[in-house]
């Protein structure tokens, strides 16, 4: 397994952080993206990011729960700078460790914002592409809104299957409702 280790400043590292997870709150799906290039850490979350100065190896990108991203600026350690170290799906720094989700290519995130309901993600992944949206929001914001897409499509399909509709008309159409507004927003800018 791959070790990863990247140095960098406790304070900014901290406060990048705090920038990241602003309105992260309760049961959240969104994520914290860390990426790493040029000499600069990205900390990145659903609204806010910051970089920082950072040095050593890193994969192209790690995504940490946003709630344990949140609680991890309290729990740095003293000194700085200190080191991140990323291996067996873990991040670990000084005496504890998160799970993370980790990439060996960084997709360019796509903006999406806090709270996003269902509809906003689907628009996100037809007009970014997945590895963009997950790279941004995580798979658990993904899969929820798929299952919301899910049940509505279901909801449909019990008031229109006495007409002949099939579960998969209503499926088409919500995919191609989508396809459309995305290609309608392209066409205004």
Known sequence: MS???LSVDRAAFSKAL???TTGIRGKSPFKVRLHFGEGLLFVSGPGAGADIDASGHWPGAVLIDGLAAKGLAARLPEISPFVLVIEDRRLKIGGFGISVEAMDIAPKSADIVLGAGAHAVLLAVQRHGEPAVLASIGDAAVEKARREAYQAVNMAFSYLRDFGVRRQDVELCLEASIRR???AERDRD
């Open 18 to 20: 705090k920038t990241a």
């Open 3 to 5: 070790r990863f280790e």
């Open 181 to 183: 507004q995305v290609v």
